[in-house]
DNA sequence: TTGTAGGCGTTATCAC
DNA sequence: GTGATAACGCCTACAA
């Protein structure tokens, strides 16, 4: 069923059939209602290939969303949505692995449904190097911070990282943590790197020198991962009597592992986090945590992307603020000072 | 840039173009250098809307799934794509929200993508009733029962609620707990009915009557409603010894709402989730719970469907087996018989 | 082995 | 208001 046998059982044209399916003026009421009646019986839709193909321009924005199960990026879907309702942009969502190529896949959408604009919620900054060139559109690339790419249509959004984890840090040497440990993911990461400067930061902040500071175990942004490397820290000689972990589900993999060992958080050693998923609020104890707002997150983004495409408004890179949500997971050893 | 612009520079013709570039046989092999080095130079792109209209059919299968952060779909579709990479077959994932309608955008599906056949993750029945028989594919709905549904096209595999259910209060029941209160979904939704049917048995077996069984409290699958429904019954003059919730997520939350109130899982209360995802597993107290072999679900769905298909098998509905996995959140109270 | 041409289902630009 | 008709980019007979 195409619109030419729409077309044909209604005796009208091709074009009234298409003017009235895609809401033209110019339309009589007549056969507005006769052609509507026809698609209602038939559950008729149009072939979204088809049209994509015509169309040379459409008011839609796609978001290209990295991994299927992470929490920060569905909630900022949300947000997002809300804040799109609103325009007379559609958004439209791709979720694609964790592992496949974001920029391949943008160039693809550019190819097949002539978007706007392109939002990414995660990245990969090689794949962006070697291929967004390519890509003309103006784009946000949300959660990884863009400067250094310095493409001119190419934004960016982070929490601040540095500051994020220089925060937790310094909130555990306030409270007299000394060796802290760090857990988090590969330090090839760019994400990971500006979490273990702000780590750095804070030792630098109250002269303490390298040598004095605690270990760093790489892995992945797992529980698992967090499980193991916090594992491999208490089998260690010197325990740390508290770690800094560079994600939640890190930091409930290792109080777990505490858990396992027969030690106690926060009674024999200390966690924070990095997040502020919601499973941090169920956990005994609640999750000390860095919290990333997924709201302003989606909102700058929603901005920025809006304000290039309407204004030709210049790439810009914005660092969101985020928030030290003090729970349960941390000792004070000595007051804070 | 088009294969048209490719044939032009590359002094052969668009057909040839077309044959490199869907690995045909009959290319000379130095028509399909010269191709795919001008391919790689422009890092060129098929439109796909252009090829899916012109292509009449596809080896594809479609896997629709409802919901973007539901862990249990997550690893089901890990598994089935590893079940189809060795197929002729493609999978391709489409991703909807919690509260869209799949059977619309399956339709959808059909007539953009022209699959072989579709895999449902999460489906609702209503929109299969008012909808489904506009589809002639060979369809499996995966995680709800399609039987009452009786399309002979839509198969459904399942894992057995009730029997689950059963075996979690049945557990409960035999460690000696006698009110057992359940929290879970909404009554209207049909797994959670057999999941309360399952209840019912259980105690039925027991030959415990109704008027001496637990409360049911009705909620979301989520953290929060399990937390806000465990509260409710912490405030009702007789508490439970045991709640089974009908989900993990709900279970946690619960068990949050225990420790708020001052009591402790499991001396003063014990819980039995359902699902078996990962952060029961990391939870203090890991949780005791019923847990659905994502694989296996995966691996049946993936054979019925390809049965359905190339064998023309008729539809099928299958009932998976599921696990206890007994862990910490239960108390014994006296032996169990 | 390669080239040519028709058409997939739409939309858009014309006339009428 | 409405109806022809020409693309959109690609695949696939069929012809050479």
Chains 1, 2 share one sequence.
Not at 39 to 50: E, I, K, Q
Request: hydrophobic share 35%.
């Amino acid at each position: 069923m195409t619109i030419k046998d729409l077309a044909r059982e209604t005796g009208y044209s091709l074009g009234t059939v298409s003017r009235v399916l895609n809401n033209h003026p110019n339309v009589s009421e007549k056969a507005r209602k006769t052609i509507m009646e026809a698609v209602d019986r038939h559950g008729f839709m149009l072939n979204t290939s088809a049209k994509n193909l015509k169309q040379q321009q459409s008011e839609t924005i796609c978001c290209i969303v990295k991994g299927n199960s992470n929490e920060l990026f569905a909630k900022m879907l949300e947000y997002m949505q809300a804040l799109f309702l609103n325009t007379k942009y559609t958004l439209i969502t791709d979720f694609i692995d964790e592992d496949d190529n974001e920029v391949l896949r943008a160039r693809q959408i550019c190819l097949d449904k002539k978007p706007k604009g392109l939002l990414f919620f995660g990245g990969n900054q090689k794949n962006f190097q070697e291929g967004f060139d390519k890509i003309k559109l103006p784009s946000v690339l949300v959660t990884s911070d863009a400067k250094e790419l310095s493409f001119d249509n190419l934004s960016s959004v982070t929490t601040d990282d540095c500051g994020g984890a220089c925060c937790a840090v310094d909130y555990l040497l306030a409270n007299g943590h000394q060796k802290i440990a760090v857990i988090g993911g590969s330090a090839a990461s760019d994400t990971s790197q500006l979490r273990l400067r702000g780590y750095a930061l804070a030792h630098e902040r109250r002269g303490i020198e390298p040598k004095d500071r605690g270990p760093y175990v790489e892995g992945r942004y797992s529980y698992k991962s967090g499980y193991d490397a916090m594992w491999k820290l208490l089998n260690e000689e010197e325990k740390p009597t508290a770690v800094f972990a560079m994600a939640d589900v890190m930091a409930i993999g290792a109080m777990r592992a505490i858990n396992d060992y027969g030690l106690r958080v926060p009674e024999d050693i200390s966690v924070v986090g990095f997040d502020g998923i919601q499973i941090g609020e169920y956990f005994c104890p609640k999750l000390t945590t860095i919290v990333q707002s997924v709201e302003i997150l989606a909102k700058r983004s929603f901005e920025m992307i809006v304000a290039c495409i309407e204004e030709g408004a210049p790439a810009g890179h914005e660092k969101i603020a985020f928030e030290l949500k003090r729970k349960q997971s941390v000792k004070t050893i000595i007051s804070p000072k």
